[in-house]
């Protein structure tokens, strides 16, 4: 009578709900997620989905904006320019202005150095400190609109309890229900990449495990953007990039590498790490020849640039996939390419990706979150919605050298992109700024001061004609 008296029918009907609610669960998975990826096809949710958060943050916004005005609150707007009104002016120019201004006497009379000169420094460094256009491409975009986030808008605050109660719901469905849904798609495509690229690794190496590899990491990256509800817009596909070729693009986050290889499969190129990154790494090069280094060869460039340049050598293998920048940066513009991935003198196709900041920010500010916290905001964002273009090959044209060609190619991609194109490097991230951008200004100004006093000892006849 024992084992009669502890049987409860509640657990045998709570173990059938799980048991169905799971099965349901992974068929749902399986038929609207898994099969499409596998096959490269989409029924459209994502993108009625997209449309339909668009018009619910499109109220969200306005009801913002008429809860302001009734309270008579001041909204903040992010400035989407800089802050001071800057005219492409010289250095020459700018102080011959001044000097005109703080002076009546003839300019040409004037003496080389005079003490105003030291405003237009004065002036620069308060412009750089208020406005400084490199720091600010390192923090996340500022939204003008509200997504029902509170970490991308400084305007909400209890303005109306339906206001309040959307916001709520929202915070149900991007935690109860898209971030494990989520999870399991990530895990579900991390998982395949490694069971089934070992198992290609043992294959001999020829067509058919060139086909399978390709097959496999295209199906698993497909699954991974599906873990972010990724909605991506591919233009010019004509133009993407061929065997033999170094595909090169602006960085804004890690998931720009999904992003690209959820279209076409790439040689990757990067560091040898450790945990769950070095067995996703040794099972990828088991199936495709990708380039990765150890830390004590990472600061040798010779041997990068044998290895990069033995690769694109090799015709039947996958283009490299770099970002010359070296860091992220937060999508508002394209910083130093470095030229390393320029000097190889092959044929370079340009990427250009552009993410929209309204329904979740994809750039990752490492100094202020690790790997897993930004992985885990990315997937309780409500999508990632972006579009990449693929701009014709560009190859290095005669007389020029590699940092030319890496700033003409970066220049075409933020022209593409719609970003800005800065000179800086983005190693300022975390370093100080180099003496020799210091010595530059110092050069510019003795050149001037230089070329003044030679223009004028020109100008003066000799001693002997006077005579």
Same mark, same amino acid.
């Given at each position: 009578?024992?084992?009669?008296?502890?049987?409860?029918?509640?657990?045998?009907?709570?173990?059938?709900?799980?048991?169905?609610?799971?099965?349901?669960?992974?068929?749902?998975?399986?038929?609207?997620?898994?099969?499409?990826?596998?096959?490269?096809?989409?029924?459209?949710?994502?993108?009625?989905?997209?449309?339909?958060?668009?018009?619910?943050?499109?109220?969200?916004?306005?009801?913002?904006?008429?809860?302001?005005?009734?309270?008579?609150?001041?909204?903040?707007?992010?400035?989407?320019?800089?802050?001071?009104?800057?005219?492409?002016?010289?250095?020459?120019?700018?102080?011959?202005?001044?000097?005109?201004?703080?002076?009546?006497?003839?300019?040409?009379?004037?003496?080389?150095?005079?003490?105003?000169?030291?405003?237009?420094?004065?002036?620069?460094?308060?412009?750089?400190?208020?406005?400084?256009?490199?720091?600010?491409?390192?923090?996340?975009?500022?939204?003008?609109?509200?997504?029902?986030?509170?970490?991308?808008?400084?305007?909400?605050?209890?303005?109306?309890?339906?206001?309040?109660?959307?916001?709520?719901?929202?915070?149900?469905?991007?935690?109860?229900?898209?971030?494990?849904?989520?999870?399991?798609?990530?895990?579900?495509?991390?998982?395949?990449?490694?069971?089934?690229?070992?198992?290609?690794?043992?294959?001999?190496?020829?067509?058919?495990?060139?086909?399978?590899?390709?097959?496999?990491?295209?199906?698993?990256?497909?699954?991974?953007?599906?873990?972010?509800?990724?909605?991506?817009?591919?233009?010019?596909?004509?133009?993407?990039?061929?065997?033999?070729?170094?595909?090169?693009?602006?960085?804004?986050?890690?998931?720009?590498?999904?992003?690209?290889?959820?279209?076409?499969? &790439?040689?990757?190129?990067?560091?040898?790490?450790? *945990?769950?990154?070095? /067995?996703?790494?040794? =099972?990828? %090069? +088991? @199936?495709?020849?990708?380039?990765?280094?150890?830390?004590?060869?990472?600061?040798?460039?010779?041997?990068?640039?044998?290895?990069?340049?033995?690769?694109?050598?090799?015709?039947?293998?996958?283009?490299?996939?770099?970002?010359?920048?070296?860091?992220?940066?937060?999508?508002?513009?394209?910083?130093?390419?470095?030229?390393?991935?320029?000097?190889?003198?092959?044929?370079?196709?340009?990427?250009?990706?552009?993410?929209?900041?309204?329904?979740?920010?994809?750039?990752?500010?490492?100094?202020?979150?690790?790997?897993?916290?930004?992985?885990?905001?990315?997937?309780?964002?409500?999508?990632?919605?972006?579009?990449?273009? &693929?701009?014709?090959?560009?190859?290095?044209?005669? *007389?020029?050298?590699? /940092?030319?060609?890496? =700033?003409? %190619? +970066? @220049?075409?991609?933020?022209?593409?992109?719609?970003?800005?194109?800065?000179?800086?490097?983005?190693?300022?991230?975390?370093?100080?700024?180099?003496?020799?951008?210091?010595?530059?200004?110092?050069?510019?100004?003795?050149?001037?001061?230089?070329?003044?006093?030679?223009?004028?000892?020109?100008?003066?006849?000799?001693?002997?004609?006077?005579?």
């Amino acid at each position: 009578m024992g084992p009669f008296l502890d049987f409860n029918p509640f657990d045998n009907l709570l173990c059938i709900l799980l048991g169905i609610s799971f099965t349901v669960w992974f068929t749902l998975l399986l038929v609207f997620i898994i099969v499409p990826a596998i096959f490269g096809v989409s029924f459209g949710i994502r993108r009625l989905y997209m449309k339909t958060l668009l018009k619910i943050f499109e109220w969200a916004t306005h009801r913002i904006e008429r809860g302001a005005k009734d309270n008579n609150h001041l909204l903040y707007k992010p400035y989407s320019n800089a802050i001071i009104a800057k005219e492409p002016t010289s250095l020459e120019e700018e102080i011959n202005e001044i000097r005109r201004r703080g002076s009546n006497r003839d300019l040409d009379s004037a003496s080389e150095f005079e003490m105003s000169d030291i405003f237009y420094f004065c002036r620069r460094g308060v412009e750089s400190i208020m406005d400084d256009e490199v720091t600010k491409r390192f923090s996340a975009e500022e939204l003008e609109s509200w997504n029902l986030l509170t970490r991308s808008n400084y305007n909400f605050q209890h303005i109306s309890l339906r206001l309040t109660v959307l916001w709520g719901l929202g915070v149900v469905i991007r935690y109860g229900f898209l971030l494990p849904l989520r999870v399991t798609l990530a895990f579900t495509g991390v998982g395949l990449l490694v069971v089934l690229t070992s198992i290609i690794g043992f294959l001999p190496n020829g067509r058919m495990k060139n086909f399978l590899s390709e097959q496999v990491h295209l199906m698993c990256y497909r699954i991974c953007v599906r873990a972010l509800t990724a909605i991506i817009t591919y233009h010019d596909s004509e133009n993407k990039p061929k065997n033999g070729g170094i595909c090169v693009a602006n960085h804004t986050s890690p998931i720009d590498v999904i992003i690209l290889a959820s279209d076409g499969c &790439y040689a990757m190129v990067g560091q040898i790490h450790g *945990g769950l990154m070095g /067995v996703i790494q040794k =099972s990828m %090069v +088991k @199936a495709c020849p990708h380039i990765w280094f150890e830390r004590s060869e990472v600061k040798d460039r010779h041997l990068v640039a044998k290895r990069l340049s033995d690769h694109v050598e090799d015709t039947t293998k996958l283009p490299i996939l770099i970002f010359p920048e070296g860091t992220c940066i937060n999508n508002t513009s394209v910083m130093m390419f470095k030229k390393g991935s320029f000097e190889i003198g092959s044929t370079v196709y340009p990427v250009a990706i552009k993410y929209d900041p309204r329904f979740g920010d994809a750039f990752w500010n490492s100094s202020q979150f690790g790997m897993v916290n930004y992985l885990l905001r990315m997937m309780s964002s409500w999508a990632i919605v972006c579009s990449v273009w &693929y701009l014709p090959p560009m190859t290095r044209e005669e *007389g020029e050298d590699a /940092v030319q060609f890496a =700033s003409r %190619v +970066k @220049a075409a991609i933020a022209r593409q992109g719609g970003l800005v194109d800065l000179l800086w490097d983005g190693g300022l991230k975390r370093g100080k700024v180099k003496d020799t951008f210091k010595e530059e200004q110092q050069k510019l100004y003795s050149k001037m001061l230089v070329g003044t006093q030679e223009d004028r000892s020109l100008d003066t006849p000799p001693s002997s004609h006077l005579n």
